[in-house]
């Protein structure tokens, strides 16, 4: 247990260090905010339609784009193979990176979120919805594109298939994170939806070290 | 013991030589061409000159003789894929690799091509020619799956390490072969619920069911002997790479 | 051929459409297997060989 959580302190350390790009996504993620009323129109109606779909597509891509830092730095400098051989089981590592990345990459995200909200014409009760379902579907998002890094790690410049793998998986998420914000017209299903984008958070969190371990090690000689 | 005594390497082991597994298919490659020109013969004889028109969808039904067999092979390819990236995990069988590497391109076809007579039977029959529901969506999810598959290997350099690390990524993607083959029977939606592989035997008549049957199996000859085709090719390629490299060792260059 | 009713349009873009994939991908697994030898054949009449095909003839 010390181990673990040596490494997520190790992780938000030299995150905290290199902070640039965890700034840049956050500033990604509220930009697209600013760029869809423009591209839309302001009418409040609409973009009030629309923003659950948004605001997810936005988290989508932010921490799609940020995957890379899971696991490439550690790899141009060897500390990866170090880590595969530690003392502590090699998917524990990988769960470890994996909490880390969602306190880095996703946390940021949520707390910017009622910015976007505001931006995009939510009301009250939404409002909250949309922190929640952030809250609640970033992880399994963390999870699976530990999968795409760590598929891609070894690829020189992979950094771009990685989201690409990742985005016909987590379609789900996205499914279900917009239903847990609003399910439009009809009865209000947002609360199953959230249930749902639960349990998906939790099996892949609970799964997906284990996947990416082995995608490493395999790509190991 | 002498080399007449020594116990003979199982089926899988001898296989395992590219070398050995090139030799021992390449004479099968001219019977099932024949087979499957046969077969796409007798079927498209069913299926224009030799069965009704369905009394509800009129003649598009002949669509389905084209749209079935492609998805079904959309998803078989899919398993076998699977199958083969457990034989490079576990056994590390290098014919594994070959055939994982070779069904990819061809399984992104023929998903393309199920999405395509899907849509162009939609339009008639339903008046869409494409709708967001559960089976529809999911096909194209595994079509974007292969296409992921197909851009990885070709971003690896060393092939050989490509092959563990896309079988594990293969193996994660698998989930969604269950979740197409059940999508329609989970969420009500446009797309007709299963009517052939049912509890109750198929819910077809048998005018219909025998074009359905006789395309489905030629469309999976044709896949079978691409497939073969293309792990010669495949064999022939890493044997090549192998040897440029050595050219280049040498520094005997053109 | 038969009558194939008001919508043969998409009847007959969805065969055309198969056929013409079908056909594409026979060709490119053809060719693809008749490059890689034409290269293969050219790398061996520059004399570099595999070490178990033994010497040039």
Redesign the interface.
Known sequence: MKAFTALITRELRLSIRTGGDVLTLVLFFVMIGVVVPFAVGPDRALLGRLAPGVVWIAAFLSMLLGLDRLFRADHEDGTLILLRHADLPFSAVVAAKVMAHWIVSAVPLIVASPLLAVMLALDGAAFWRVVLSLLVGTPALAALGAIGAAVTVSIRRGGLIAPVLILPLAVPVLIFGVGAISTGPGPDLSGSALLFLAAISLITLALSPFAAALAISSGED | MTTDTAPKPSFWYRLAHPGQFVALTRPWLWPLTLITVALFAVGLWFAFFNSPEDYQMGDTVRIMYIHVPTAWLSQFVYGLMAVSAIGSLVWRHPIADVSMKAAAPLGATFTALALFTGSLWGRPTWGTFWEWDGRMTSTLVLLLIYLGIVALWRAFDDQLRAARVIAVFTLVGAINIPIIKFSVDWWSTLHQPSSVFTMSGPHMPPSILTPLLVMAIAFTMLFLTLHLKAMHTEVARRRLMALQRQAAQTGKTA | ????????V??V???A??TL??VA??AW??F??RR??S??AA?EA?????RSAGPAA
């Open positions: 051929m038969i009558d194939l009713g008001p919508h043969a998409f009847i873009s969805a065969y459409g198969v994939a079908v991908l026979i697994t053809l693809d297997a890689t030898a290269k293969m790398l520059r004399g570099i060989r595999r």
